[in-house]
């Protein structure tokens, strides 16, 4: 399955952002002004690899996408997402001496579950586990499973933002 740029629109539609300055998302002008560091986002990418099933393509891109829409214009959940990537990095050169993106992706996910980022409340104000499962874990799995694509893999025909979704709920299963 692959991930496409209407995914991450339909994702960030889902979470409130407006998609209708969706312009500024498709270009590289401004990349450098972008909210997130490079480091911060070669993180969420890794993250997004390990925690997304092997089958689904196209993960940076649809990542980026949608980081750039959900961070555009909120400063404090972009500081959120970084500071929670670095510890996640941290956590990563203190066990296996290389950052989370450097690591095979089973050890990322050995690492998660390690850190107890599986189990955590997720709080962005909480412990720095509970803001890696806020900003980083369900983040990413949100952005997933309310994509039209993502939500294919769980049944879901028609997640929020999605058009059609009437007419989906209306016949039996």
């Known amino acids: 399955m692959k991930l496409s740029r209407r995914d991450a629109l339909a994702a960030l539609a889902a979470t409130g ?9 498709t270009g590289d002008d401004g990349a450098d002004d972008r909210p997130l560091d490079a480091d911060s986002r070669t993180t969420m ?19 980026e996408t949608f980081l750039d829409g959900r961070v555009r214009d909120h400063p404090d959940h972009a500081a959120g997402i970084a500071a929670a990537t670095d510890y996640l990095d941290d956590y990563a ?9 450097d690591l095979h992706r089973l050890t990322r996910s050995d690492a998660l579950h390690a ?3 599986d189990t955590a409340d997720p709080d962005p104000d ?11 874990v369900n983040e990413l799995l949100y952005a997933l499973y309310a994509s039209p694509t993502g939500g294919e893999l769980v049944g879901i025909e028609n ?9 989906s709920y209306q016949r039996p299963p």
């Open 17 to 25: 952002v407006t998609v209708g300055g969706a312009v500024v998302l």
């Open 159 to 167: 997640p929020i933002g999605h058009p059609g979704g009437a007419g």
């Open 93 to 101: 050169r203190s066990w296996h001496d290389e950052s989370f993106a």
């Open 45 to 63: 990418v890794a993250a997004a690899h390990t925690l997304y099933p092997t089958p689904v393509e196209n993960v940076a891109s649809f990542v």
């Open 115 to 117: 850190m107890n980022a």
């Open 126 to 136: 909480g412990s720095d586990v509970e803001r890696v499962r806020y900003y980083v």
